[in-house]
């Protein structure tokens, strides 16, 4: 079984093995023919393995990176990827949301090989997706795919289909001054990605393949960018109207999107969630 220690959420160890010293490398992952970077992060070595695999999945455009989230998963005892998705920050290709839960689907398969888990240490039963915002969606929808991942944590995630009945000139007005940083076709070809596949990225739509999945939600109750009644009510309303097989969990905070005045917090609320589930 995998182990963490929650003693180093948010201190150092205090001795490091010199033979086995925690550290980051490059990541450089082909999804789909394009190259995914990014880094992956392991722990030091006096942690037992094989060791739980969190991928992080960063929202739009990805310029708000986790930081904080990756190095205290690091510190407990946590293999951690950080990548960033197609047309984004460096990586190849063009950006599409569909895109982003396809990277997302391709890394969770990756890290659960037996090539992955044998270099880095990893539990191919203990991993799991995290995605912030538009990262959320990722997890949820490429999670909802892959019936051996351990749990799905969502941090103030956005489901890109609800605002479209706003109108498109709306909907892309509200992406523009972000987007330009993306690598993409336009936003209009955002947009229709978006509307082509929008049965497939509704979030209430996922309800019969993760209703027994491990799923840890988090809410900003001050949220401008997610419509928390719209994007993660509508599923955590009928996730809670039954009695799951996983650990399930909706958790609110009175602050703004980014979650920032509560992030020691939600790092708090992350690991003991995955050390519960460790735990079933």
């Not at 990893?122 to 795919?145: E, F």
């Not at 992406?175 to 209430?204: C, M, P, Q, T, W």
């Not at 999945?213 to 509508?234: G, R, T």
Request: with cysteine; aromatic share 8%.
């Amino acid at each position: 079984m995998s182990v963490i220690n929650l003693k180093y959420l948010f201190e150092d160890q205090e001795e490091l093995p010199e033979d086995s010293l925690p550290n980051y490398g490059s990541l450089d992952f082909v999804s789909n023919g394009s190259h995914i970077y990014g880094e992956i992060m392991w722990p030091s070595g006096t942690f037992e393995k094989p060791h739980p695999c969190v991928i992080m999945l960063h929202g739009y455009p990805g310029s708000a990176r986790n930081d904080d989230i990756s190095h205290a998963l690091c510190r407990i005892g946590c293999v951690v990827l950080v990548p960033h998705h197609r047309g984004a920050w460096g990586s190849e290709g063009k950006y599409l949301v569909t895109h982003c839960v396809e990277d997302a689907y391709n890394l969770a398969e990756y890290a659960h090989s037996e090539e992955f888990a044998h270099k880095y240490g990893v539990d191919t039963s203990n991993i799991y997706l995290l995605g912030h915002s538009m990262g959320g969606n990722s997890a949820l929808n490429a999670g909802k795919k892959l019936s051996w991942l351990k749990g799905i944590i969502m941090l103030a995630p956005y489901d890109p289909t609800v605002l479209l009945d706003s109108g498109k000139d709306e909907y892309l007005n509200s992406l523009l001054n972000e987007g330009k940083i993306l690598h993409s076709d336009g936003l209009d070809s955002i947009y229709d990605d978006i509307l082509k596949n929008r049965n497939n990225l509704v979030f209430a739509n996922a309800f019969e393949l993760v209703k027994d999945k491990n799923i840890l939600i988090f809410a900003a109750q001050k949220d401008s960018v997610s419509v928390n009644e719209k994007m993660i009510i509508p599923l955590w309303n009928l996730l809670s109207s039954r009695k799951s097989k996983g650990v399930q969990r909706l958790i609110e905070y009175p602050v703004e999107h980014g979650l920032l005045g509560r992030r020691i917090s939600v790092i708090r609320d992350i690991a003991n969630f995955i050390n519960e589930v460790i735990g079933e």
